[in-house]
């Protein structure tokens, strides 16, 4: 179960903002590895970018293609 909902999820299907869809697949992998699963940050990606609602397409065109790209936030400047 844990696994089918990390993977199925959707910011349509939880009713989500951006901000909260990010929130929820973290949340999500968190719940399937506490249950013995594997979520890593590439998993994790790829299910955001996956769950984005159709407005989001052009910038998930262009996350698509940046090599290296990944979830973790950037440290904010001093």
């Given amino acids: 179960?844990?696994?089918k909902t990390f993977v199925t999820s959707s910011m349509a299907s939880t009713n989500n903002t951006i901000?909260?869809?990010s929130a929820t697949v973290r949340r999500n992998a968190s719940y399937l590895r506490?249950?013995?699963g594997e979520a890593d940050e590439s998993a994790q990606l790829s299910v955001f970018?996956?769950?984005l609602l159709a407005e989001f397409s052009e910038i998930k065109l262009i996350l698509d293609e940046t090599d290296d790209l990944s979830r973790q936030s950037h440290p904010?400047?001093?």
């Fill in 49 to 51: 970018l996956e769950g």
């Fill in 76 to 78: 904010k400047a001093h």
């Fill in 1 to 3: 179960m844990a696994y």
């Fill in 19 to 21: 901000v909260e869809w």
């Fill in 34 to 36: 506490q249950v013995g």
